[in-house]
């Protein structure tokens, strides 16, 4: 029988938080990138585009991405020592995936000309972009917590 330990090497605990937190910290770098993109082509005399979009993630962030690192944590912890890529659960790949393709046909199949669109992709990304990094801390602040225990 083959050993499926060999096939797929384990982490440990804190191995898996960081791995979770430097995906998440590149994926939010990648969005919020686009995000700078689509601000410089509307121009600083839209300046309360910037605010919205933080703002907006600020929500999104609360609501929706700290209880789900949260929930990734409590995965992490739960399982111990596991393959790292078990961090998160296959249908958060599956949800990044679908994301990632949506994100790429928004940007290939609308008319990036329009300065509304370039607006609403401005902000879109912002949203998307802040809540990812403020869960990036959520991620660290658990794995700081899981090096004073030991």
């Known amino acids: 029988m083959i050993d499926v330990k060999k096939l797929f090497p384990q982490a440990g605990v804190r191995t898996q938080l960081f ?38 993630g600020l929500v999104k962030a609360y609501f929706l991405m700290i209880p789900s690192a949260a929930k990734t944590i409590e995965r992490v912890r739960g399982h111990g020592r596991n393959w790292i890529f078990n961090s998160y659960a296959p249908r958060v790949y599956l949800m990044v995936g679908g994301m990632i393709a949506a994100g790429i046909a928004l940007r290939l199949l609308g008319p990036t000309d329009i300065l509304a669109y370039q607006m609403f992709l401005a902000v879109l990304y912002l949203i998307i972009g802040i809540g990812m990094l403020l ?13 004073r225990k030991l």
């Open 19 to 56: 791995f979770a937190a430097v995906i998440w910290l590149i994926g939010a770098g990648m969005i919020l990138r686009l995000a700078m993109i689509y601000l410089v082509q509307v121009g600083t005399e839209h300046w309360w585009i910037p605010p919205i979009g933080l703002t907006l």
């Open 135 to 147: 869960s990036v801390g959520v991620f660290l602040a658990a794995l700081r917590k899981s090096r």
